[in-house]
Nanobody, 122 residues
Framework: QLQLVESGGGLVQPGGSLTLSCSAS????????VAWFRQAPGKEREGFAC????????NYVGSVKGRFTASRGNTSDIMYLQMNNLKPEDTAVYYC???????????????WGAGTLVTVSS
């Protein structure tokens, strides 16, 4: 059973940067496609970045393209989301999720973390 824990959220000014981490236990994260989702106040949860299993193929959706980068850590139990040029509309609870799939996906995720709050405000 894979367990996921996000960390690294907080308050940041517009234009600033944050790096979120997704730590895994119970299994090897390399075996899973990992996706990042976020849920802004009053909005539905949306997937915006994913990384395929066993490698570093990534896919980004929407306004995060060119600003956010998903990557795997040097060990098999951690993932990162580097977020640059943050905007107030990036304010949301951020979740990492995993699916036992080789492809980069945003559907039918098998495992979820509890989320970490990112607030972008001056």
């Amino acid at each position: 059973q894979l367990q996921l824990v996000e960390s690294g959220g907080g308050l940041v000014q517009p234009g600033g940067s944050l790096t979120l981490s997704c730590s895994a236990s119970g299994s090897i994260l390399d075996y899973y496609a990992v996706a990042w989702f976020r849920q802004a106040p009053g909005k539905e949860r949306e997937g915006f970045a994913c990384i395929a299993a066993h490698g570093d193929r990534t896919n980004y959706v929407g306004s995060v393209k060119g600003r956010f980068t998903a990557s795997r850590g040097n060990t098999s139990d951690i993932m990162y989301l580097q977020m640059n040029n943050l905007k107030p509309e990036d304010t949301a609870v951020y979740y990492c999720s995993a699916r036992a799939s080789t492809e980069c996906v945003f559907d039918d995720m098998d495992y979820w973390g509890a989320g970490t709050l990112v607030t972008v405000s001056s």
